[in-house]
C-alpha cells in the first residue's frame, strides 16, 4: 500500500467532531513492525486512539495535535474479545492470514464494548453491507431502488429453472462459455448471465424459458459453471431449438440487467457436431457481433433414444464414447427408496489440471418417511402407555394414598393414549405434501413430524480419470417441540432439574437409583435372552446324546442363572421390593381391620385374604390371583438350576447305548421349561417392582413427568425419522463395501450431527431438546431384510429393553427398526446381515452458533451447553475410533501425518478444547471423519432453510476440494454457485414461497466469512 505520511497526519490531527470515536486505551505492541510510523513497545502502554473511517490512529500521549505514533486499516480483520487475557478489559484485533493479533484494553467494560462495537462496524465491507440493507428495506416499503433507476430496454433477473423436479437424470448436458464479451457503458467488463430458451417443434410455436445459468462477476470471457440439461433418461427431442440469451447484471440485489445478445440452434446442432462442440456468434440487438458462446455437450444415457435424428447416423458414433464414463453410475435411482420429488442441478468445474473437468450433480429428494415413521411410531407409544397401565394393575390394591396416586398416573397415561390415537389417525389419513414447511413448524397437528426433512446427495465424476464419488447429507430441522414452546426450558434443562429430585443409590454416590434400576433391569433382560437361548441349546445337545457337549452347555447355563439371581438381590430391588410389600401389607392390615369392626354386625361369608390383591380395571380394582413372595420366587429358581444340573449329571453318568438321546430329551424337556417360565417370572416381578419405584420417584411431580413425557416422543419422532432416512440412503451407497459392513454389523453405525443453533434466547431451548433427541437415538437398531411383495416398508418395534443412556425412561423402550432393501442390495451384504444381526446406532452432535446470537452468547452470556455436548461427542468419536482399530484394524493402513484418521481425531480434540468463537473447523472435521469412517451425516438448524443452506453448499465445495482436486481459484465461485443457482435455493421455496435465504446484511456480519451467501439471494422475509 501507499500512503503519505504527512497527509496521513495531517488527517490524524484534525479537530474531534470529525472522527468517530476517541478515547483512552492501553495497547500491546508485539514489535512486529506492522505500525506505519514505529514499530510497537513491549507490554500495555497508555494511547490516545481516534478512529475515522476504517483508520484507526494512535497517539504516544494524550495530545492530538501531535504527530501520531502508529495507524491500523481496519480492512480484512475481525474483533473480539481476548479470551487469554484475565486481567482487565481487553480484546484484539486479527487480521486474515495474519497470526499477528493486536491486543488492547481498557479501564471499564462498558467502554470495552463501546470500542468493540464502533470497530466491528467501521470497515468499508461493513458499510457496504448496511448500504445494501437500507437499500433493501427502502425498496421493499416503495417498489424503487433508491440507487439506481432502470433504463427502459432493461429487465429484470426473475429467471427459475422450470426443470427444478426430475424423473430422472437429463439425457444430454451442456456447458456454456462466451469470449469477448463487450464492456458496459462505463468501460468496465460486464456481469454476463445465460438465459436459455427452447422451442420444441411443432408442438410449441412460442419461445419457453428453460434454464439459466449463474451470473459471473466482471468478465469478458465467462465460463459457466452451471451446466444445462435436455431430455429424460429415455428421450431427447433432437429438433428441439435452442435460443441462448446473454445479459448483463448492473444490479444483482435487484437483478436489473440489460441484453448483450443472442444467438439459436438445435439439439440436432450440436450432436452432429465433431466432438458434440459448437463455436456460435452472438448477435447484439444493433445486430453487430457482440462476442462468441462455446458450448459443448455429451450424453448421459445409452438406453435412451433419439428422435428425428438423420437417417443412418449411429447413435454412438456421434456420442464419441462419452456416455461410458458418465453411465457408470446411476444417480437418481438409489435415491427413489428414500422419496420422490426430486430436485436436481448440474455444473462442471475446473480442477488443478488444465483442461481436465469435474462433472458434478447435486439432488434433493423429499423423504418419503416424514408421516410414515412418525405414525408408526405413535402406534407403539400408544401400545406402550397400555402396557404400563397393565403392569400397574398387577400391583394389587395399595393404600387409599398409593391407590390415588395410581389413580392420577393411569389417568394422565389414558390422556395420553387418547390424544396419540387422534394423532395416528390424523398422520394416518394425510394426503397432503411428504414433508412439513417451516412455515408450519409450531403447528400442534403436526408436531411429531420432523421439519424440512430432505435428502441431500452430490455425485461427482472426473471426466478424464472416470473417478466417481457420492456424497449424501440428510438436512432437517433441529429435533425441537415446537408447539409446546419453550417456557420453562428445553428438555435437557427440564430433565436435569427433575434429575437432581431423584433419590441416590448410595449416600455420596451420583447415580440415582432410577438409573440403576434401568441398567439392572436392561441386565436381566439381556440375561433372559441368553438363558432361553442356553435352553434351547441344551435341548439340542440332549438330542445329539453327547455327554460333553450337554456338560458344557450346562455349565453356560447355570452360570447365566446365578448372574441373574445375583441381580435379583441387588439392594435397589431388594428396597422397592421391601416397600412395595409392606404397602400391600399395610392394606391387608386396615381391610383386616375393617372386616373386623364389620364382623360385629354381621357374619363373615368370605376369605379376608382374597381381598388383598386387586387390579385396577380403569375405574376400579378388582381382584386377583394370590401372588408368590419375591423371596419364594428366588428361591424357587434357584431350586429349579440345581434340579435341572442334578438330572443333566445322572443322566450322562448313568448314559447307555443309543437309546439315550430321546430319553435324554423327555427328561429334560420339562426341567428346562420349567426353568424358562420362573426366569420369566423373575423378569416380570422386577419390572413391576421398578416400575413402583418410577411412580415413586415421580409422586410429587406427576403431572410435570407426563409433559415432559410427551415433549420427548415429539423430539424422538423427529428424529427416528431422520435417522431411518439417512440410513436407507446410506446402506444403498454402502452395500458394495465389504470393508463397511462388516464395520456396521460389528461395531453399529455412526450417526453424526451438524447442528448450527446458537446458545442464546430460545435457541438455547431448542438445542436442549436436540441434545436429548439425539442421545435417545441410542435406544434404536436395525435389521436389515429381503424385500418382499409383503414386506415392503419399513417396519417398528419395541424390543424388552427400556431406554436408559443420559435420561432414563423406564416408559419407553429400544426400538428395533427393520429396512426392507432390494434383492441386488441384499445379496450384496454380509453373512451376519442376511441373517438379521441387529446393527447399533452411535449417535454424535458437534454443534456450533454461527449467527449474530451465537455472538451475544459468546460474548455476554454462555457457551456451556454447546462446549459438554461438544466434548461428550468428543468421547464417544474416539471411543468408536478405539474400538475399531481393536476389532477391524488400522484405517489408515499404517500411513501417518496429514488427513489420516488419526490426525483428523487429533486436531478435532485440539479444536473441540480450543475456545475460539465460532470455531467452524469443528464441523468440518467432524463432517470429515464421519465420511471416513462410513457413517450417516447429518446437518441442522432450526429450520434446515438458511443456515443449513450455507452450511451443506459449503461442505460440498470442500469435499470437491479435498477429494477431488477442485481448482482453488473456482473455491469462491463454486460456493456462490451452490448457493446462488443450487438445489439449496429451491428449498427456500418449497418452505416460504421465497426464493431468497432469510438473512439481511446486518445479521451476515456476524457470520463466518464462509458462510455468507451471495448478493442478491437473500433479504428480509418469513421464516
Not at 450337554?550 to 422397592?576: F, T
Request: some cysteine; hydrophobic content about 35%; glycine content about 6%.
Amino acid at each position: 500500500m501507499r500512503f503519505n505520511n504527512k497527509e496521513l497526519a495531517y488527517l490524524a490531527q484534525q479537530d474531534r467532531e470529525k472522527f468517530d470515536k476517541e478515547g483512552i486505551l492501553y495497547m500491546k505492541d508485539k514489535n512486529d513492525g506492522h505500525g506505519i510510523f514505529k514499530k510497537g513497545s513491549v507490554g500495555f502502554v497508555q494511547r490516545l486512539f481516534r478512529l475515522r473511517g476504517n483508520l484507526l490512529f494512535y497517539f504516544k500521549g494524550k495530545d492530538a495535535k501531535s504527530e501520531p505514533l502508529g495507524l491500523l486499516i481496519l480492512e480484512r480483520c475481525s474483533v473480539e474479545l481476548d479470551l487469554a487475557e484475565k486481567d482487565g478489559y481487553s480484546f484484539v484485533i486479527v487480521y486474515e492470514g495474519d497470526e499477528q493479533t493486536y491486543t488492547f484494553k481498557a479501564e471499564t467494560e462498558m467502554v470495552r464494548d463501546e470500542w468493540i462495537q464502533v470497530l466491528h462496524i467501521a470497515s468499508y465491507e461493513s458499510l457496504k453491507m448496511q448500504v445494501q440493507s437500507l437499500r433493501e428495506q427502502v425498496q421493499a416499503r416503495t417498489g424503487q431502488d433508491p440507487l439506481l433507476k432502470a433504463l427502459p430496454q432493461e429487465t429484470g433477473m426473475e429467471f427459475e429453472t422450470r426443470s427444478a423436479s426430475a424423473s430422472d437424470d437429463p439425457a444430454m448436458e451442456m456447458s456454456i462459455s462466451c469470449e469477448g464479451l463487450h464492456n458496459d457503458v462505463n468501460g468496465q467488463p460486464p456481469n454476463p448471465f445465460i438465459v436459455i430458451y427452447i422451442i420444441i417443434p411443432p408442438q410449441q410455436q412460442t419461445w419457453l424459458q428453460h434454464n439459466h445459468t449463474e451470473m459471473v462477476e466482471g468478465n469478458n470471457s465467462p465460463h459457466f459453471l452451471k451446466t444445462i440439461g435436455f431430455g429424460d433418461g429415455t428421450r431427447l427431442e433432437t429438433n428441439t431449438r435452442v435460443k441462448i440469451t446473454v445479459y448483463h447484471v448492473k444490479e444483482r440485489m435487484t437483478g436489473t440487467m440489460v441484453q448483450i445478445g443472442q444467438t439459436i440452434f438445435t439439439l440436432k446442432d450440436i450432436i452432429m457436431s465433431d466432438d458434440m462442440q459448437l463455436k456460435l456468434k452472438l448477435q447484439g440487438s444493433d445486430g453487430l457481433n457482440a462476442g462468441d458462446v462455446n458450448i459443448t455437450a455429451w450424453l448421459n444415457e445409452t438406453s435412451m433414444s433419439m428422435v428425428d435424428m438423420q437417417s443412418g447416423q449411429d447413435r454412438d458414433s456421434v456420442a464419441d464414447g462419452n456416455t461410458d464414463k458418465i453411465a457408470q453410475i446411476k444417480r437418481i435411482d438409489s435415491l427413489r427408496p428414500v422419496g420422490d420429488k426430486i430436485t436436481m442441478r448440474t455444473f462442471r468445474f475446473d480442477t488443478s489440471n488444465d483442461g481436465v473437468k469435474l462433472l458434478v450433480h447435486e439432488y434433493m429428494v423429499e423423504s418419503k418417511y416424514s408421516f410414515e415413521i412418525p405414525a408408526k411410531l405413535l402406534k407403539l407409544y400408544i401400545d406402550e402407555e397400555k402396557e404400563r397401565i397393565s403392569l400397574f394393575q398387577d400391583l394389587g390394591k395399595l393404600p387409599a394414598v398409593l391407590e390415588n396416586l395410581l389413580a392420577t398416573d393411569i389417568n394422565l397415561r389414558a390422556t395420553a393414549v387418547a390424544d396419540y390415537t387422534d394423532d395416528f389417525n390424523f398422520l394416518s389419513d394425510w394426503k397432503g405434501k411428504n414433508f412439513k414447511p417451516s412455515s408450519k413448524k409450531a403447528d400442534k397437528e403436526l408436531e411429531f413430524v420432523p421439519v424440512n426433512l430432505h435428502q441431500q446427495r452430490m455425485t461427482v465424476l472426473n471426466e478424464a480419470t472416470e473417478a466417481a464419488g457420492c456424497y449424501d447429507i440428510t438436512t432437517v430441522g433441529a429435533f425441537v417441540a415446537h408447539a409446546r414452546k419453550f417456557k420453562n426450558g428445553g428438555l435437557y434443562k427440564q430433565l436435569q432439574q427433575l434429575q437432581e429430585s431423584y433419590a441416590a443409590v448410595e449416600t455420596l454416590s451420583k447415580i440415582s437409583k432410577l438409573k440403576k434400576a434401568c441398567s439392572l433391569l436392561n441386565e436381566m433382560l439381556g440375561l433372559k435372552e441368553e438363558i432361553c437361548q442356553l435352553c434351547d441349546r441344551l435341548c439340542q445337545e440332549a438330542l445329539q446324546g453327547e455327554g460333553k457337549d450337554l456338560k458344557a452347555a450346562m455349565d453356560i447355563l447355570a452360570e447365566k442363572v446365578k448372574e441373574l439371581v445375583l441381580n435379583c438381590n441387588s439392594p435397589v430391588i431388594e428396597d422397592v421390593a421391601t416397600k412395595l410389600t409392606e404397602a400391600q401389607l399395610d392394606n391387608i392390615e386396615y381391610t383386616t381391620l375393617q372386616a373386623t369392626n364389620r364382623a360385629q354386625s354381621e357374619p363373615v361369608t368370605k376369605d379376608i385374604s382374597s381381598e388383598t390383591n386387586w387390579k385396577w380395571t380403569g375405574s376400579c380394582f378388582v381382584k386377583s390371583p394370590t401372588v408368590e413372595p419375591w423371596d419364594m420366587t428366588r428361591v424357587n429358581t434357584e431350586a429349579t438350576l440345581v434340579c435341572l444340573i442334578s438330572m443333566v449329571d445322572d443322566l450322562i453318568d448313568n448314559k447307555s447305548g443309543p437309546m439315550d438321546r430321546p430319553k435324554w430329551l423327555g427328561q429334560i424337556s420339562p426341567a428346562v421349561i420349567k426353568m424358562k417360565s420362573f426366569v420369566e417370572i423373575v423378569c416380570q416381578k422386577t419390572r413391576q417392582f421398578l416400575a413402583f419405584l418410577d411412580l415413586m420417584e415421580h409422586r410429587h411431580n406427576l403431572k410435570v413427568i407426563h409433559d415432559i413425557k410427551c415433549r420427548r416422543d415429539v423430539i424422538f419422532s423427529h428424529a427416528i425419522t431422520s435417522l431411518i432416512s439417512g440410513f436407507v440412503s446410506n446402506i444403498t451407497t454402502i452395500a458394495s463395501s465389504e470393508n463397511a459392513l462388516n464395520q456396521i454389523a460389528k461395531l453399529g453405525i455412526l450417526v453424526q450431527l451438524e447442528g448450527l443453533l446458537s446458545c442464546h434466547g430460545e435457541e438455547v431451548a431448542m438445542l436442549e431438546d436436540m441434545v436429548v433427541g439425539v442421545d435417545d437415538l441410542q435406544s434404536v437398531t436395525f435389521r436389515l431384510v429381503r424385500e418382499t411383495v409383503t414386506q415392503k416398508h419399513v417396519s417398528l418395534s419395541t424390543t424388552s429393553l427400556v431406554r436408559c443412556g443420559l435420561f432414563p425412561d423406564m416408559s419407553r423402550h429400544h426400538i428395533c427398526v427393520e429396512v426392507p432393501v432390494s434383492q441386488k442390495v441384499f445379496d450384496k451384504l454380509i453373512p451376519s446381515l442376511q441373517q438379521g444381526h441387529c446393527i447399533k446406532v452411535i449417535p454424535v452432535l458437534f454443534n456450533i452458533g454461527i449467527n449474530e446470537q451465537a455472538t451475544l452468547a459468546e460474548r455476554f452470556g454462555n457457551t456451556n451447553l454447546q462446549d459438554r455436548t461438544n466434548e461428550e461427542s468428543l468421547g464417544k468419536l474416539f471411543k468408536y475410533f478405539e474400538k475399531y482399530k481393536e476389532v477391524i484394524g488400522d484405517p489408515d493402513h499404517g500411513r501417518t501425518g496429514a488427513g489420516t484418521i488419526e490426525d483428523l481425531m487429533k486436531q478435532l480434540q485440539y479444536n473441540v478444547y480450543t475456545k475460539k468463537p465460532k470455531n467452524i473447523e469443528v464441523l468440518r472435521l467432524a463432517a470429515e471423519l464421519c465420511r471416513k469412517l462410513h457413517g450417516v451425516r447429518f446437518t441442522c438448524c432450526k429450520s434446515a432453510k438458511d443456515r443449513t443452506a450455507m452450511s451443506v453448499t459449503l461442505e460440498q465445495v470442500q469435499v470437491l476440494q479435498l477429494e477431488h482436486d477442485l481448482a482453488p481459484h473456482v473455491f469462491t465461485q463454486a460456493l456462490d454457485c451452490f448457493r446462488s443457482e443450487g438445489v439449496r435455493r429451491e428449498n427456500t421455496y418449497k418452505n416460504i414461497g421465497v426464493r431468497k435465504y432469510a438473512f439481511n446484511s446486518l445479521q451476515l456480519l456476524y457470520f463466518p466469512k464462509l458462510y455468507r451467501p451471495p448478493s442478491g439471494t437473500y433479504g428480509n422475509v418469513q421464516t
